[in-house]
């Protein structure tokens, strides 16, 4: 099981200010994504991947907003050459279509989306991975109130924004 990874936790120290109180409840959240695309892919996920893992939900933070893929995918230009990532579109797109509906035919890309899927799901949707892998990672990399943060932060959009209440969804 991955509990530490050298880029993510230098993306996450970066930002530590910016998450304040959450930054460990974030930190569990991507490393239990990794852990999940690393059962589905398999393997370890590729360097982008990581990336991608440390900044996909950061513009939550960064810009303020629940509408956070640009603000988070941006982040990659801003980071890739710290960390000696030459691919920053995978990254984009790996961000990008992370809350996208309609499957990918990309590898990374989809399994990419359905390891935060499961984690979002609380394990309820697990696409593959079993129950007691699930439980195994959350007992190791525990949820710290990210469920109750996600319904505050999306039902308060929700309801400013009765037309458009789940921004960071896409087709």
């Avoid at 530490?4 to 959240?29: A, K």
């Avoid at 037309?163 to 896409?170: A, D, E, I, S």
Wanted: glycine share 8%; charged share 25%.
């Amino acid at each position: 099981m991955i509990t530490s990874h050298r880029l993510i936790d230098g993306v996450l120290r970066r930002y530590s200010d910016v998450l304040g109180s959450h930054g460990q409840m974030y930190r569990n959240h991507v490393l239990r994504c990794v852990n999940y695309h690393r059962l589905l892919l398999r393997a370890d996920p590729p360097e982008t991947a990581a990336l991608a893992w440390a900044i996909h939900d950061l513009g939550i933070w960064t810009a303020g907003t629940v509408d956070y893929l640009g603000p988070s995918a941006d982040l990659a230009e801003q980071l890739a050459a710290d960390y000696g990532i030459d691919d920053i579109e995978t990254v984009r797109t790996l961000v990008l279509d992370h809350h996208r509906l309609r499957r990918s035919t990309d590898e990374l890309n989809e399994t990419f989306r359905i390891a935060d899927r499961i984690d979002v799901s609380g394990g309820l949707v697990r696409s593959g991975v079993g129950i007691r892998d699930v439980r195994d990672i959350v007992a190791e990399l525990p949820y710290r109130g990210f469920h109750a943060f996600l319904l505050r932060n999306i039902g308060s959009h929700a309801v400013r924004h009765p037309r458009h209440p789940l921004p960071m969804v896409k087709w």
